[in-house]
């Protein structure tokens, strides 16, 4: 495994749980994976650091969790020494490595999303800003850990973060719940996952900054009936024969994030891994083991068949003290030992605490047979763990328990 995050985390403790596996190795990782899996230093973006990592520990499957190392192209480093790995190659990565890329393909699979202009001049940030109007959505086009894109009514603001982008897509605002839709795929056949729904803004009430995502749940009871097989034929498939096509095969996990408009679902964004913190709650739910899926999804064949529990599961992250602008650090941690508290940047100091080591800090999940089950176990669990001074969101699944979300 490589990567440091939560996503990270949950990925281990399912490959962990798995019996086919009979060693577990995460690199760089944190003070959660540390407890499941051999821990090693590595630079996650020096593919040859990490195929050689993979080579002494005679691995049978990398996977690569987080987008950098993919967009980097670390896939193909590994891959070239002989060694299986779940995740795209760079190519592929660019789905999540430029959003003017991705609405190139959008484009050319005739996969619904919002209309867009790729600017990267001032003049044509103007042109594009007036064209689409308020809520303004500005994105950075290269990777920005979740915080590239500005949505806002502020024009002023929209133009001064635009400028500050190398290149920018100025899109249409897309209005309706989200929804976050995990496709494994291994180039040629699409496998989805539950559909989960993420909070990306840092505040109850979806107030203030976008973040990485400040928690999620899954299933979603307000989904109509077929959503998930009409998502799978009308964005997954395609865009999965569109890469094909483009003699760049996409295997390994295409994330995607929808809005739920009036006009229909259209495609935010995607991605070429798993979603944090949605992996939480998709993976906390799902009862087959996990390397094989993985390991079909990195060398093709028949796919498997999924197994689901029959319960809802429900994720709060807590984020530390300043994030999701420059996160304090070093704090102690308390109970995040315990089974559904998920790392993403503690660190075990010399003296064997856990620390915070990153602006989200740990998630802490919970699961039950309804949503307002899971969401009352993970909020006592979270009540069970101090960061000082950390932060989180009070109405994770709220509006969904309440029954307030109508498409
Ligand atoms: P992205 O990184 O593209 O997923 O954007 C981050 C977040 O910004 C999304 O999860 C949405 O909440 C919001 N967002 C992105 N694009 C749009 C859009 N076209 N309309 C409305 N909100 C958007
Ligand atoms: N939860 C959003 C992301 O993983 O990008």
């Known amino acids: 495994m490589i990567g440091s995050g939560a996503r990270e985390h949950a990925l281990c403790l399912s490959l962990a749980a798995d019996p086919s596996v009979t060693a577990l190795m995460c690199a760089p990782g944190n003070a959660g994976t540390a407890a499941v899996a051999e821990q090693r230093g590595v630079d996650q973006l020096d593919g040859a650091a990490v ?138 056949a699409v496998l989805p996952l539950l559909a989960a729904q993420d909070f990306k803004r840092v505040g109850d ?37 569109e890469m094909a096509r483009r003699g760049t095969p996409f295997a390994g996990l295409l994330y995607i994030g929808l809005a739920v408009t009036s006009r229909g679902p259209r495609v935010v964004e995607f991605n070429a891994r798993f979603g944090d913190p949605e992996t939480q709650v998709v993976l906390a739910l799902l009862d087959t083991p996990l390397a094989s899926v993985l390991h079909w999804s990195a060398v093709g064949g028949v796919p498997p068949v999924l197994h689901w529990r029959d319960a809802s599961a429900v994720t709060v992250v807590r984020a530390a003290a300043g994030y999701p602008g420059t996160p304090r650090s070093g704090d102690v941690i308390t109970g995040s030992d315990q089974h559904g508290v998920i790392h993403a940047g503690t660190r075990l100091r010399d003296d064997g605490a856990v620390v915070s080591s990153g602006g989200r800090v740990l998630s802490v999940t919970g699961t039950g047979p309804t949503l307002a089950a899971a969401r009352d176990a993970a909020y006592a669990l979270a009540a069970t763990v101090d960061l000082p001074g950390g932060h989180q969101r009070s109405d994770i699944a709220l509006r969904a328990v309440q029954g307030q979300i109508v498409i």
């Open 51 to 188: 195929a050689a990592l993979a080579q002494e520990f005679d691995a049978g499957l990398v996977v690569i969790g987080p987008e950098a190392p993919l967009v980097a192209g670390v896939a193909d480093a590994v891959r070239a020494v002989g060694i299986a790995v779940f995740g795209p190659s760079g190519a592929a990565a660019q789905l999540e490595g430029s959003k003017a890329f991705a609405k190139d393909v959008m484009a050319a699979a005739g996969v619904p999303t919002a209309a867009a202009r790729v600017c990267t001049t001032t003049a044509e940030i103007e042109a594009a800003l007036d064209e689409f109007g308020a809520p303004y959505v500005v994105k950075d086009d290269g990777l920005a850990a979740g915080k590239g894109v500005v949505v806002t009514d502020d024009r002023a603001e929209a133009l001064a973060h635009a400028q500050a982008c190398d290149r920018v897509v100025i899109e249409e605002f897309l209005d309706g719940p989200e929804v976050s839709l995990f496709c494994l795929t291994d180039g040629v």
């Open 205 to 241: 009430d979806d107030a203030g900054p976008n973040t990485g995502g400040m928690g999620a749940y899954a299933p979603l009871p307000w989904l109509p009936a077929g959503f998930v097989e009409e998502i799978v034929a009308t964005v997954a498939v395609p865009t999965v024969e």
